[in-house]
């Protein structure tokens, strides 16, 4: 059964850092393409990072970029999406998803972020 679990979320000051993990089970993790997505109240679900399965290279939205860091850990099937200097514009459902190009694609059910004082 395939399966991803984030976690990490949470409430969070401007200015300040979380860190989301995504376990992955149920499928060949290091070949898949693994991404971060958002979702805030009332706008569509935008791409925050994705990283490669293969090469680990890297890529992010111009709103996370300096600020975010996807990194891998295929030993232990995880995703993570290190997140300094947090905004209140970066609050919203973060979703981990996997996806190769022959098709496979599989979610998450997200973990809340809230930046707020």
């Known amino acids: 059964q395939v399966q991803l679990v984030e976690s990490g979320g949470g409430l969070v000051q401007p200015g300040g850092s979380l860190r989301l993990s995504c376990a992955a089970s149920g499928f060949t993790f290091s070949s898949y393409r693994m991404r971060w997505y958002r979702q805030a109240p009332g706008k569509e679900r935008e791409l925050v990072a994705y990283i490669k399965s293969v090469g680990g290279t890297t890529n992010y939205a111009d709103d996370v970029k300096g600020r975010f860091t996807i990194s891998r850990d295929n030993a232990k099937n995880t995703v993570y999406l290190q997140m300094n200097s947090l905004k209140p514009e970066d609050t919203a459902i973060y979703y981990c998803?996997?996806?190769?190009?022959?098709?496979?694609?599989?979610w998450g059910k997200g973990t809340l972020v809230t930046v707020s004082s």
């Open positions: 998803n996997a996806f190769r190009f022959d098709g496979m694609d599989y």
